[in-house]
T-cell receptor, first 116, second 111 residues
């Protein structure tokens, strides 16, 4: 079956522009997570959703970052007025369960964002 | 600052050698997961450990969760080039939903 997909895979934008990154989770997965990952480092938690409800957004760096998942499926991470320091790989993951011991996350291929 | 520190950061060994990577924290976690990530791909879950002192084996890989659930180790026996990748540990909060990833260990196994 299809895994987690993200689009675009690569995004180059100019400083000050807004960008929207899309995540399409595995069908039937109720939880969705956003991470940011620097090269050679572990993913850094940004936010997560159970169904359409945003449960925790404590990892969002500042108020330029927002995320939504209006119908409990596809999610969009939006960065307004991008800055060069926003350049990174943005990864999405989904899981079948909302919690529990065997809560396995399946990661997408990521969107590489470059802010010039 | 990383909640979980992994060591070593880099490891380059010959095929057939054994190795151990470590994941340490001052925080207690409800569970700890180990992932392997290959270049250009997302992390893939290897194992989840839950109970303090728990040991799990996955073929040549042995995972251990510390008694106090603050640290973990991954031991690979007779490493193969296919083991090359970035190894990440991730600790889960109380609801097993929010995960904190370590800084990673980049392993290179030379043939």
């Amino acid at each position: 079956g299809a895994g987690v997909s993200q689009s675009p895979r690569y995004k180059v934008t100019k400083r000050g522009q807004d960008v929207a990154l899309r995540c399409d989770p595995i069908s039937g997965h109720v939880s969705l997570y956003w991470y940011r990952q620097a090269l050679g480092q572990g993913p850094e938690f940004l936010t997560y959703f159970n169904y359409e409800a945003q449960q925790d957004k404590s990892g969002l760096p500042n108020d330029r970052f927002s995320a939504e998942r209006p119908e409990g499926s596809i999610s969009t991470l939006t960065i307004q007025r991008t800055e060069q320091r926003d350049s990174a790989m943005y990864r999405c993951a989904s899981s079948y369960r909302t919690s529990g011991l065997n809560n396995e996350q399946f990661f997408g291929p990521g969107t590489r964002l470059t802010v010039l | 600052t990383q909640l979980l520190e992994q060591s070593p950061q880099f490891l380059s060994i010959q095929e057939g050698e054994n190795l151990t990577v470590y994941c340490n924290s001052s925080s207690v976690f409800s569970s700890l997961q180990w992932y392997r990530q290959e270049p250009g791909e997302g992390p893939v879950l290897l194992v989840t450990v839950v109970t303090g002192g728990e040991v799990k084996k996955l073929k040549r890989l042995t995972f251990q969760f510390g008694d106090a659930r603050k640290d973990s180790s991954l031991h690979i026996t007779a490493a193969q080039p296919g083991d090359t990748g970035l190894y990440l540990c991730a600790g889960a909060g109380n609801n097993f939903n929010k995960f904190y990833f370590g800084s990673g260990t980049k392993l290179n196994v030379k043939p």
